[in-house]
């Protein structure tokens, strides 16, 4: 069974940082991975992507120079550093298992990320 | 990027009754590889992460019940549930994968009348 676990999420004031990880189990870990987002009461927002080896990224031009995908193979583990929060970084973060063609068929139950002073 | 525009935001239906769904792209989706237009359709019910439904404008997923049915190309895509149920209240999103840049419409919030 896929199983995509994120943690990490928590308040944090603006300008601080924090780091995300989504631990994933069930099928073999060379998939693009992705993470979205979703601010309290809106809608999906695409955040980044990375490719099964790492040599690829991309990021939504909100979050670019301030945030940082990676993954560890061996670990199985996808992350995402976060830097410079902002307010407006407010929003539940998922990680998403992209079977292809930037088809999202898994998604992990999301960690809240609360950015406030 | 690619804007994805979905309307409408509400649609309130009868039990039984036709629920119609449309997500327009501003730019053309398909996929030149497989001659398929790359866009997908999700569920999110309250408290809950997405669930995907519909790969490729009209391919349903394995375990989504047959009232569910996309349909569409070019750039206007449509979701359909053919007869709704109880169990459908949910926010459906379209989402195209053509760029590099991945985008979602807005959503449309699905209830009973």
């Known amino acids: 069974e896929v199983q995509l676990v994120e943690s990490g999420g928590g308040l944090v004031q603006p300008g601080g940082s924090l780091r995300l990880s989504c631990a994933a189990s069930g099928f073999s870990f060379v998939n693009w991975m992705h993470w979205v987002r979703q601010a309290p009461g809106k809608g999906l927002v695409w955040v980044s992507r990375?490719?099964?080896?790492?040599?690829?990224?991309t990021y939504a031009d909100s979050v670019r120079g301030r945030f940082t995908i990676s993954r560890d193979n061996a670990k199985n583990t996808l992350y995402l550093q976060m830097n410079s929060l902002r307010a407006e970084d407010t929003a539940v973060y998922y990680c998403?298992?992209?079977?292809?063609?930037?088809?999202?068929?898994?998604w992990g139950q999301g960690t809240l990320v609360t950015v406030s002073s | 990027d690619i804007v994805m525009t979905q309307s409408p935001e509400y649609l309130a239906v009868s039990l039984g009754e036709r629920a119609t769904i449309n997500c327009k792209s501003s730019?053309?989706?398909?996929?030149?590889?497989?001659?398929?237009?790359?866009v997908a359709w999700y569920q999110q019910k309250a408290g809950q992460p997405p669930r995907l439904l519909i790969s490729w404008a009209s391919t349903r997923e394995s375990g989504v019940p047959d009232r569910f049915s996309g349909s569409g190309s070019g750039t206007d895509f449509t979701l359909t549930i053919s007869s709704l149920q109880a169990e459908d209240v949910a926010v459906y999103y379209c989402q195209q994968g053509y760029g590099a840049v991945v985008t979602f419409g807005g959503g449309t919030k699905v209830e009973i009348k």
């Open positions: 730019q053309t989706v398909l996929n030149s590889s497989n001659n398929k237009n790359s």
């Open positions: 998403t298992r992209d079977r292809g063609w930037h088809i999202h068929d898994y």
């Open positions: 990375i490719s099964g080896d790492g040599s690829t990224i």
